[in-house]
C-alpha cells in the first residue's frame, strides 16, 4: 500500500523521499553540499554563490528541488549569506531548535527531505521582520520561467 501525499497549501508534494530516492539525490553531491545539507555544516560568508543573484524566479532545496524562497523576498541584510524575509510557502520550510555552539536558535531544514538549509533570525525587515540566513549551497536558483526541477518525479510545477 502507498502512502498518501502529503500537499503543500501551494499544492506541492511533501512526502519525504524513499531510503532508495534519498541514496540517488544524495550521491549527486559535492563534498560541500553534503557537508552542509546533510551534515548541518555552514558555508563561509561572502562565498556562496547565490548571494549577489538578483534575478526573478525562485530558490528551491539543492537536494530535492522543492521551492523554498521567492526572489522577492531576498533582501541583503550584510551577513555573507543570502536572506529572505519569508518562505515561498510556511508548509515548505521547518523549523528545529538548534544549541550547538552555545546559541540558541532556529535552524531551517526543507520539509520535504529534512536537508539544513541555515537559521531563521528575529532581525529581518517589514513585513515579517524575519530573516532567513541561508546557505548558497542549499540552494538551487531557477530563472522566471524556467521548469523546476524535478529529480523526484512528483510532477512539481509552480503556479
Not at 11 to 25: I, K, N, Q, S, Y
Not at 59 to 66: D, K, M, P, Q, V
Amino acid at each position: 500500500m502507498t502512502q498518501a501525499a502529503t500537499l503543500s497549501s501551494t499544492g506541492f508534494d511533501l512526502t519525504p523521499p524513499t531510503e532508495p530516492e534519498r541514496e540517488r539525490l544524495e550521491a549527486d553531491l559535492t563534498a560541500e553540499e553534503a557537508r552542509v545539507l546533510l551534515h548541518h555544516g555552514t558555508e563561509a560568508p561572502f562565498c556562496g554563490g547565490l548571494l549577489g543573484e538578483k534575478s526573478p524566479g525562485v530558490y528551491g532545496c539543492r537536494l530535492c528541488g522543492l521551492p523554498l524562497f521567492k526572489h522577492e523576498t531576498k533582501f541583503e541584510s550584510g551577513t555573507g549569506w543570502p536572506s529572505f524575509y519569508a518562505p515561498y510557502d510556511e508548509d515548505h520550510v521547518k523549523g528545529v531548535r538548534d544549541s550547538s555552539y552555545g546559541m540558541v536558535r532556529i535552524e531551517t531544514r526543507c520539509a520535504r527531505c529534512d536537508s539544513h538549509q541555515g537559521h531563521v533570525f528575529p532581525d529581518g525587515p517589514a513585513p515579517t521582520r524575519l530573516r532567513y540566513c541561508i546557505n548558497s549551497v542549499s540552494l538551487q536558483f531557477v530563472k522566471a520561467g524556467d521548469p523546476l526541477p524535478d529529480p523526484l518525479h512528483r510532477g512539481d510545477r509552480l503556479p
